[in-house]
T-cell receptor
Framework: AQKVTQAQTEISVVEKEDVTLDCVYE???????LFWYKQPPSGELVFLIR??????QNEISGRYSWNFQKSTSSFNFTITASQVVDSAVYFC????????????????FGTGTRLTIIP | DSGVTQTPKHLITATGQRVTLRCSPR?????VYWYQQSLDQGLQFLIQ???????AKGNILERFSAQQFPDLHSELNLSSLELGDSALYFC?????????????FGPGTRLTVT
């Protein structure tokens, strides 16, 4: 069975500090996808990134970066120079590969990390 | 704006009642997913449809049912409602044809059962 663990329930940092959100996953599949979603106070879920299990290159998008390490089954998310607008709940999620399990692309979510940026 | 629409945004109803939540996927997306977000269960997958056919089922109660219509919109029907069904219900859509398979979520329907 798949499982995603986000051990940090809540994090607070002062604006402009860097912050890393941890995500550890469990799966028996050799091919899978990892995701991060952001849920701001308004409630919608905003897609941030998708990673497949064969691509371990780190990714950077502006102030956001992701570190995928298969050896430790982790997919951590770092926000550099945090801003108040980054305050939200962040979810890490896992899905099986659609290529090997057609039609079953459900996401298994972690419990989320509530990030508060203090002005 | 993800391109996925959900109606209504808010719904307040009484125990024992039945409600229908509606979702329109992004243009061209054939897959529709339903998720429930509650305080005690977190974000849980309920059911997936692909081009009108049910593809996968998660922790969906027997009192709940869904369908996807020929125009690809989907409805989630919740019946014999209980207080514990109060939650935020999300619809998401994705497209195999476009490759990445990211699921884009609608704004959600907040259901309150009193």
């Amino acid at each position: 069975a798949q499982k995603v663990t986000q051990a940090q329930t809540e994090i607070s940092v002062v604006e402009k500090e860097d912050v890393t959100l941890d995500c550890v996953y469990e799966t028996r599949d050799t091919t899978y996808y990892l995701f991060w979603y952001k849920q701001p106070p308004s409630g919608e879920l905003v897609f941030l990134i998708r990673r497949n299990s064969f691509d371990e290159q780190n990714e950077i998008s502006g102030r956001y970066s992701w570190n995928f390490q298969k050896s430790t089954s982790s997919f951590n998310f770092t926000i550099t120079a945090s801003q108040v607008v980054d305050s939200a709940v962040y979810f890490c999620a896992l899905s099986e590969s659609p290529e090997t399990n057609f039609g079953n692309e459900k996401l298994t979510f972690g419990t989320g990390t509530r990030l508060t940026i203090i002005p | 704006d993800s391109g996925v629409t959900q109606t209504p945004k808010h719904l307040i109803t009484a125990t024992g009642q039945r409600v229908t939540l509606r979702c329109s996927p992004r243009s061209g997306d054939l897959s529709v997913y339903w998720y429930q977000q509650s305080l005690d269960q977190g974000l849980q997958f309920l059911i997936q449809y692909y081009n009108g056919e049910e593809r996968a089922k998660g922790n969906i109660l027997e009192r709940f049912s869904a369908q996807q219509f020929p125009d690809l919109h989907s409805e989630l029907n919740l019946s014999s409602l209980e207080l514990g069904d109060s939650a935020l219900y999300f619809c998401a859509s994705s497209s195999r044809d476009r490759g990445p398979y990211e699921q884009y979520f609608g704004p959600g329907t907040r259901l309150t059962v009193t």
